[in-house]
């Protein structure tokens, strides 16, 4: 069990730096002396830092092994939260941003690998379980944020503390992660598709349901208030219990995963999600009534539960070694897919809205969500023809 409880601390440490920072943009605002606009621009530094970093964190955790990349990326993400905390300015803050996001950026493949070490060595899902640590860790950080707040604490004294937390619970866990460097001996299995993963259908298509997730789950936290505001006439408040549905429900879903994905199997446990999630957005798109708003969002936040760590979980399983290892390339090729969703999604979803209403943009959302069926079933038969080939010889 250490393995298990030091992995799903892990994922809940970097839920709660992302809860820890993202809930004091309105005091970071101030302490920049930033307008909306510009401040949005140093957002968008924490994207470009978590696409560009994942995009080789396969290879980076495939030769230092998940441990250390783990180890690293976190201590990085704690020195960057201080930056955060104590950033005079605009530009200060930028960097910091783009840090804390390219360190994220290999943590979450770092992570996922060791949980596909987990998952190996006890021969049971338990994936989702560690996506529902991080939604803990998030949730955790938020409420943490908000004692801060409430009770005076500027940003530098609140992140520094978060920071201290965070490198304090690292060292008390990181022995019993897995992932140790691989041995240079650990060949892969023998296929010509295993290469790379470029040239591998299966991870394609296993990218494009991590892609859709990303673009669902993203429109559930940066729109789902703006709908219920604007066209469902509710007050803000009211408004943002359409999210905080959305995540309860995705997080209690994940904790029975292991369960159903063992009765059912993840392809349709994949597919029966995603159509879940699919009609839970169709009625909040077309359906006027706040009521059926949130529970559409519900619908959709357990739906998509599955999504995306099922999705890494085949991504590993797919780069499979025959000594047991590997798969750190495949799950740092899906992730990079799914991180160009959370940073394209948003301005293809706003500029939709705006030319034509939440209410449509949500019917967008619909499709994305309505193409993981079929992308799912694709990647199985994918990865059985590839099993045929390498039986083939």
């Known amino acids: 069990m250490r393995d298990r409880v030091a992995v799903f601390t892990v994922f809940a440490l970097n839920g709660l ?9 309105p005091a970071l605002t101030a302490q920049v002396h930033a307008s909306p606009g510009v401040f949005g621009l140093a957002l968008f530094g924490a994207s ?17 092994g998940a441990r250390a990349a783990v180890a690293g990326s976190t201590l990085v993400a704690a020195a960057a939260l201080v930056l955060i905390g104590f950033a005079p300015g605009v530009a200060v803050l930028a960097a910091a941003l783009f840090v804390i996001g390219g360190s994220i950026g290999i943590l979450d493949v770092a992570m996922n690998v060791a949980a596909v070490a987990v998952e ?15 939604s803990f860790g998030a949730l955790a950080g938020s409420l943490a944020a908000g004692l801060a707040a409430g009770h005076g604490w500027s940003p530098a004294r609140h992140l520094a503390v978060a920071a201290v937390v965070a490198v304090v619970v690292l060292l008390s866990v990181i022995r019993a992660v897995p992932g140790s460097r ?34 669902a789950e993203g429109a559930a936290g940066d729109w789902s208030a703006l709908l219920m505001t604007a066209e469902r006439g509710v007050g803000p408040g009211a408004a943002a219990l359409a999210f905080a549905g959305f995540q309860l429900a995705m997080t209690l879903t994940r904790l029975a ?13 994949l597919v029966a999600g995603a159509a879940l999630a699919a009609a839970g957005l ?29 999705t890494l979980s085949l991504a590993g ?14 799950i740092g090729f899906v992730t990079a897919i799914a991180y160009a969703g959370y940073l394209g999604g948003p301005p293809v979803i706003g500029g939709i809205a705006q030319a034509a209403g939440y209410g449509v943009a949500f019917l967008f959302v619909t499709l994305v969500a309505a193409l993981i069926p079929p992308a799912a079933v694709a990647a199985r038969r994918a990865r059985l023809r590839e099993e045929a080939r390498q039986a083939a010889g």
């Open 17 to 25: 730096a992302v809860g820890s920072w993202a809930t004091r943009t």
């Open 48 to 64: 470009v830092g978590m696409l560009l970093t994942a995009s080789v964190s396969g290879r980076v955790v495939e030769r230092a």
């Open 120 to 134: 190996r060595r006890s021969r049971r899902p338990v994936l989702p379980v560690f996506h529902a640590g991080f």
């Open 182 to 215: 691989p041995e240079p001996t650990a060949e892969p299995v023998v296929t010509p598709w295993r290469a790379a993963p470029v040239r591998r259908p299966v991870l394609w298509l296993l990218a494009a349901v991590a892609l859709c997730s990303a673009i």
């Open 257 to 269: 995963g292991p369960w159903v994905q063992r009765r059912f199997g993840p392809t349709r446990c």
């Open 282 to 310: 169709l009625a909040t798109a077309v359906t006027p009534v706040a009521a059926v708003g949130y529970a559409g969002f519900a619908l959709a936040g357990a739906g998509l539960a599955a999504s995306f760590p099922l």
């Open 317 to 330: 399983d797919a780069g499979k070694r025959a000594d047991g290892t590997g798969g750190e390339r495949e």
